[in-house]
Each structure stands twice: as C-alpha cells, then as structure tokens.
C-alpha cells in the first residue's frame, strides 16, 4: 500500500499540490490522466522519492528502514520512476551525443552497443524468464543511437530490471511515439512483469492503450483528484491504423519534394529500396508506418540532417541536394518539430520562461501574432513559467508555436500531438486544418489513429509500411 498523507510540494517557490492525500492499495495498479499541467508527471515523481515535501510525507508498505538513509536505499532499489524524455540519462556518461548521431555511421565512436549498456546486468537479464517475444537479445549488437522508439521503451525498462526488480514501476506516457504493435508490445511486457514479480504500475497517459493490468483511473485537475474510477480492461484497446494509402490527385504542379529511387542501408540491414515520392506546394501529407520503418530518418534526409542525402536524387525546392547549398540554406525554407528537440535542449534555455524562449527562437516572430496565438492554443496560464517548470504538454505546445510563428515554406511535423490532452490536440488540430497558410507545404508524421485528420486537404502515405521500405 501507498499512503500519500497531507503533502505540500513547492517548485520554484510556487506552491502547487497541497495537503494532498490519496492511499493507493498494493494490488492497484494505476492511469493518473487529466489535462496538460495538471500535475501528472509531479505525482510521478513524489511517488518516485524524489521530492521534498515541506508538508506531509508518503508511506510505502514495502519500504521499513528505521532510519532516513535506510529508507532512501530502500526506495532506491525497490522504485523505479522512467520520466517520458530519459535519453540522455539512459546514455550515460555521453553528453556529446547529439540527436543527427544515429545517421552517422563513420568516425563514430561515442555511441554505446546495447550491449555495452547493460555489462554485467545482461547476466540478470537473462535469469528474468523474458518470453522471446518479449526480449530484446536480438539487439545487443545495435547501437544506440538507432534504436527506434518501442526499442528504446524497452530497454529503458529492461536496464533498470538489470538491477533488480522493483516493488513500484512508475512510467511517464510510455507510449508515446510508439506504433500499435510497439504499444501492444509494451502492453504485454507490463503486463507480464506485473504479474510474474508482482509489481505494481502506476502510469501518467492521455491515451488509452493500456495493460490489462491497469485497474484504476485517477483524473487529475489543477493538483487535486478531480475524479477516480474503475476500469474494465475492455474499454481501454484502440483501433490500429489501417495501411491504405490515399490516392489523392493534386492540382497544383509546384514541386517542392521529389524523390527518386532513394536506396539507404545501415550495414547489411537495408532501410529504403527504391523509394519514390513527389510533394508539391500545399500539399498536406501523414506519414505512416511501424517504429524503425524510416518516417524520422525520411524527415532528417529534407531537413539536411542525414548525411546520406547528399548521395541520393532528391531534389527540394527545384534543386537537387549536394549541388552546393549549404545546410542552413535548406533548414531556412523549413519549419521542423521532433521528439529530439526536447531530448537535446540546450540546458541554459531552462531558465528562460516560456514567452522568452518563443521569442528567443527566431527575431523574425510577430508580436501581435503571437498574442493572437497564445490566446488561441490558451496558453496564458503557463506562459511565464520557466521552461524548466513545463509539464510535457505545456512543452510541446511551446515547440508548436515555433513552428506557427515562423512562415515558412514546408512544415515537418514528427508526432506533434505527443503529450497534448484531448482539448489542446483538437485546438492543434483545427490550426492545420483552418489557420495554416494554403501554401504551407505540410508532412506529419504519426502513429495513433486519431491524430490522422479526416479532411480531404490529407493524403495518406502507407507505403513506408510496405512496399517502399524492406
């Protein structure tokens, strides 16, 4: 059992949950959701130890030192809290990483095997009684660096069960960036840890692809428990996306992309095989596809960020790369949004607040249209918050607004519904849809059904899935 009595917890002197009380049962496993801000991921990590609380203190049954050191090396060993961005500190000891890394295969030496990751932990590995289905010995030899999403969910769990089993398994939107069977995956290793070491889950989500382990719903708002359910494992599965791609003829001849024939192997593992695709002016395109298919690797070769772009024949804005543009050229006509731009923030940006670091982005935004922007996404209410003090959803709205702010001529988008609530999806959403200049040129990248607007502005291209891709 989990006994939060009357805590009091304060960040950067503002005072957000108070005399907060909430007793969890040792064979409830939870979803806290609610809206972005709420208090989700700070709930994750009072539960984790990680906090002071000038008020109240949290009970664990499983935790029974006498002393505080006691307790805090009890709660080392039997908690385990995986925050929703842990790349960086899942690679420790490699700050000189940086997120184009993955697409670099020569001179590279900093990037660890998953191997090298582990040491001696793989012999515990092992001892787990993984199912092979389950396990991830088929990429021990694989750097890290490119790793896809599900890949890295995994062994983000599975280096910390190197250590030990916990008592307590805390995840922050574990899902996100994850495709339907990446998430079915994850699913079921949950499910099974759960239940064959006896840990309890507790996991901050907005969606509802959920283990069936999960019991119980918390919902949360402005720091208190606005309302607590049960659930039935039946109404939390979601509906996988169907590969049919969208036939959709466009009028307008401007090219802005074409690609031709592109062929790109990583060693003996061959990722694109005559891959063909045209994007003119104003076009609005979904990419999908499984995790590890090519979607953000496709993006990092328009964005000039693969280096392998320079010896294929694709042609960007009526010239082909490598015929002496630089690569600021390129990234100028280019608005881009990535889970990387969270994972690798400069750490000196934390300390600007929300409005500063908009501004500080580009001297090109406009004033009153960044009013006018932040009145329509509602942002006001976290728009002097240090960036530091975003939730995960307040961040993503800020990285979106970079995006809006900056006309540019081709919008890439890489999931940027990850970590919205429902409401500040849908306000997302309808910009695309109504705000967007018509001469935006516009590329999302995607893995959850709902996030695939249902206008017939959108084409669908399924082809990453299959034949496109090996």
Not at 41 to 53: R, S, V
Not at 108 to 136: C, Y
Not at 446 to 462: L, Q, R
């Amino acid at each position: 059992m989990i006994d939060v009595k009357n805590i009091d917890i304060v960040k950067s002197g503002i005072s957000l949950y108070r005399n907060f009380s909430l007793t969890i049962p040792s064979k409830e496993n939870l979803l806290i959701s609610g809206s972005n801000g709420c208090g989700k991921t700070l709930l994750l990590e009072a539960l984790a130890g990680t906090l002071h609380f000038p008020q109240g203190e949290i009970y664990y049954d499983f935790i029974t030192g006498r002393t505080w050191e006691a307790r805090y090396a009890e709660k080392r060993k039997y908690i385990t809290y995986i925050p929703t961005n842990s790349l960086q500190n899942f690679l420790n000891g490699s700050e000189d990483l940086y997120y184009q890394q993955r697409y670099y295969g020569i001179g590279d030496q900093k990037a660890p095997l998953v191997k090298d990751l582990f040491g001696r932990g793989i012999d515990v590995l092992q001892k787990l009684d993984i199912p092979p289905s389950l396990s991830i010995e088929h990429l021990f030899d694989i750097e890290v660096t490119r790793l896809s999403n599900g890949q890295l969910k995994k062994l983000l769990l599975l280096k910390s069960f190197s250590k030990g089993i916990p008592k307590l398994l805390l995840l922050d939107y574990p899902f996100e960036g994850l495709d339907y069977e990446s998430r079915e995956d994850l699913c079921r290793f949950i499910d099974f840890i759960c239940v064959k070491y006896n840990v309890q889950i507790i996991i901050a989500d907005n969606h509802h692809h959920l283990p069936s382990v999960i019991t119980q719903k918390l919902t949360l708002k402005n720091f208190q428990v606005e309302r607590a359910e049960k659930l039935d494992g039946a109404l939390v599965k979601e509906v996988k996306i169907q590969s049919s791609a969208s036939t959709l003829q466009r009028k307008n001849g401007n090219e802005i992309l074409r690609i031709e024939n592109l062929h790109l192997k990583y060693g003996d593992r061959e990722i694109f095989k005559d891959f063909n695709w045209t994007v003119n002016k104003g076009d609005r395109w979904v990419l999908i596809g499984r995790n590890g298919v090519g979607k953000t690797t496709l993006f990092s070769m328009i964005y000039a960020d693969h280096p392998m772009a320079y010896t294929q024949a694709l042609y960007l804005f009526g010239r082909r790369r490598g015929t002496g543009e630089s690569i600021w050229d390129v990234k100028r006509r280019i608005s881009y949004l990535g889970p990387e731009q969270t994972s690798y923030m400069n750490t000196k940006h934390a300390w600007l607040t929300a409005r500063e670091y908009v501004k500080n982005f580009s001297a090109q935004i406009n004033h009153g249209d960044f009013e006018n922007l932040i009145h329509y996404l509602e942002a006001e209410d976290f728009m002097d918050k240090p960036i530091r003090n975003l939730s995960s959803g307040e961040m993503q709205l800020i990285l979106i607004m970079n995006c809006f702010l900056v006309p540019r001529e081709l919008l890439l988008l890489d999931e940027p519904f990850r970590f919205l609530d429902s409401k500040n999806k849908n306000l997302v959403m309808q910009y695309l849809l109504s705000r967007l200049n018509p001469e935006t040129t516009l590329i999302l990248i995607t893995h959850f059904k709902e996030d695939i607007p249902d206008h017939e502005s959108f084409s669908i291209h399924s082809g990453l899935a299959e034949s496109a891709l090996q």
